[in-house]
């Protein structure tokens, strides 16, 4: 049984959450992320969503990392996925092992620095995309040996996840270091399974031995901005299914088959809402051992979290579930939950601080929508009702600092009767208007509801109330 994480908690009936979190599901925290062309800002969104499970009973987390995207994708070569990048080079939608514009004949050795790092990036990429170790490693300085197991060890675990696209881009020009050594930052662009995914991205620092025209890896770090990334720092095992790529270490291997069906269940569900845009080529999720928890991405969580979700770019999001808390059973539960954020608010580059009713009671409406069951939380709802920490509105923002489970609980449990009573009164349809006004578009919620319900939101708002109120 886990620790009871706030007063009047029923740690037999619902999983707890540690006080230091202030028992809450969501909560955006401002951080700057790593240096770029400027500084970025990183809204930070931690919600521990918390339902009874059969058993045992646990916690469910969504963490949601999310950027400044027009800035980051500016800054990254990526706001012109479609086609070209800002900078007018061809982007990975298609493949490739870009390295960066030539500068030379094409075809003739290159002559400068810059040239010869980029020639060296684009033949290990082309190696890589090959199956090609020895080409992969063919550019590591002989003494360099740590960097050789890495990168095989990285070899491997890219491979694994069925690498399609591998795009390296020399960030600027590299800077010559004293005692014939150089360094540059690379920016490289990814896919897993399907080469026509949105490519999810990452800048690392790299290192390079100069002697005469020759050059050669000292260094390869891992990503400088969520990372490490798993690939990056572990060997991995995979299962790809054909909406879901699923990854761990060795020792849960086992896992993959079982879990992988589970996820796909999920997938089939969460496809049918991506209203906005095409689902993603493949959701990728990693199942995370108790090492593996506390560092893969440089996100520390806690012991009680059951899984966390990151967008690498508007569009492009990964998942980590806790191999301690998360089993066959609940991945079902979990990753419809999940998924639904995904499909949700792919493309959306805005934080979602005053809508955390609707982007949770859409996640929850999903998921309880595939469980085909009733809402387990009533109970949960109820109490909240009656404390009396509920003045009936239904624009809830996430829990404040130091909100007791019940009350964290019970805020899920109104924002997904509200949204259930919306559909049932408006129809699915208009209620996923009403969502793609007020949290992907922005809009008030009063110009939101009479767009989508031709009604004032004080009257929708009402209405949700006593429908609450009915039912608990």
Request: contains cysteine; proline residues 5%; charged residues 20%.
């Amino acid at each position: 049984m886990l620790e009871d994480g706030g007063p009047g908690a029923d740690v037999a009936a619902r999983p707890s959450i540690p006080q230091q979190r202030g028992a809450s599901r969501h909560r955006y925290v401002a951080q700057p992320s790593g240096a770029r062309r400027g500084t970025v800002l990183r809204t930070a969104l931690l919600a521990a969503l918390a339902f009874l499970l059969l058993a045992p009973a646990g916690a469910i987390a969504f963490a949601a990392v999310r950027s400044e995207r027009a800035t980051t994708t500016a800054a990254q070569g990526l706001a012109g996925a479609a086609g070209h990048d800002t900078a007018g080079r061809p982007n990975a939608k298609n493949g490739g092992t870009q390295a960066g514009a030539p500068d030379a004949t094409p075809g003739a050795k290159p002559t400068t620095l810059d040239g010869r790092i980029r020639q060296a990036l684009q033949d290990q990429a082309a190696a890589l995309l090959a199956g090609d170790q020895d080409g992969f490693l063919r550019p590591v300085d002989p003494g360099a040996g740590g960097l050789r197991d890495d990168l095989t060890r990285r070899f491997g675990s890219l491979r694994q996840l069925q690498i399609k696209v591998w795009q390296p881009t020399v960030e600027g020009r590299a800077k010559a270091d004293s005692g014939g050594t150089a360094s540059a930052t690379v920016l490289i662009k990814y896919c897993f399974v399907a080469p026509a995914c949105d490519p999810m991205s990452l800048e690392a620092p790299t290192k390079w031995k100069v002697a005469g025209a020759a050059v050669t890896l000292l260094e390869f770090g891992t990503s400088k901005d969520l990372g490490p990334r798993p690939w990056e720092v572990s060997e991995l095992r995979t299962a790809v299914g054909d909406r879901v790529v699923m990854s761990t270490t060795a020792k849960y291997a086992n896992r993959l088959p079982s879990m992988l069906a589970a996820a796909e269940k999920a997938a089939t569900l969460t496809d049918t809402f991506a209203h906005w845009g095409s689902p993603p080529a493949r959701y990728v999720v990693y199942l995370a051992g108790p090492d593996e928890w506390s560092s893969w991405y440089g996100i520390r969580q806690e012991a009680w979290v059951a899984g966390f979700a990151l967008p690498l770019t508007a569009s492009a999001t990964e998942i980590v579930l806790n191999a301690a808390r998360v089993d066959t059973k609940q991945t079902l539960d979990v990753l419809r939950h999940e998924f639904t954020h995904v499909v949700t608010l792919a493309g959306v580059e805005k934080a979602y601080d005053h809508t955390w009713w609707l982007v949770e009671g859409i996640a929850e409406y999903v998921r309880v929508k595939g469980s085909g069951k009733p809402f387990d939380g009533l109970g949960d709802v109820r109490t909240y009702v009656r404390s009396g920490h509920w003045k009936g509105d239904i624009a809830l923002d996430d829990p404040p600092e130091g909100a007791t489970t019940a009350d964290v609980s019970g805020r899920y449990g109104v924002a997904y009767l509200s949204l259930q009573h919306l559909a049932d009164r408006f129809g699915e349809d208009r209620l996923l208007d009403f969502f793609d006004y007020a949290a992907r578009q922005g809009l008030a919620l009063d110009d939101s509801a009479r767009k989508a319900f031709s009604m004032s939101w004080d009257d929708v708002e009402s209405d949700c109330a006593r429908y609450v109120r009915g039912h608990v």
